[in-house]
């Protein structure tokens, strides 16, 4: 079983909104607390970038291209991590990835494509 599970993409218009899960079935509560977050995405012929992060104390930071649109959050007794996505637009079209860095695992991807 994968470490990291994602669930949520999909088909969404511009300007409608998305949640993005990452579970993490099998880790315990102290590291998945205990661990930074971060959730990345690639489109075609695109590097892979950083959209959101979560430091261990809660604080999170964005892309430019996100602020004030895609938000961050977890639920430790869930052992889920979440990425609301808000406003969206075509270029939010990519492949997403949550990714625990300290021990350096990722989700599967998921794919999001939003449409004009």
């Known amino acids: 079983q994968a470490q990291l599970v994602e669930s949520g993409g999909g088909l969404v218009q511009a300007g409608g909104s998305l949640r993005l899960s990452c579970r993490g079935p099998?880790?315990?509560?102290?590291?998945?607390?205990?661990?930074?977050k971060d959730w990345y995405r690639q489109a075609p012929g695109k590097q892979r970038e950083l959209v959101a992060s979560?430091?261990?104390?809660?604080?999170?930071t964005y892309a430019d291209s996100v602020k004030d649109r895609f938000i961050i959050s977890k639920d430790n007794n869930k052992r889920t991590m979440y990425l609301q996505m808000n406003m969206m637009k075509p270029e939010d079209t990519a492949s997403y990835y949550c990714?625990?860095?300290?021990?350096?695992?990722w989700g599967q991807g998921i794919q999001v494509t939003v449409s004009s």
């Open positions: 990714n625990f860095p300290g021990p350096n695992i």
């Open positions: 099998r880790m315990i509560l102290s590291t998945f607390s205990g661990t930074a």
């Open positions: 979560m430091t261990t104390h809660g604080i999170t």
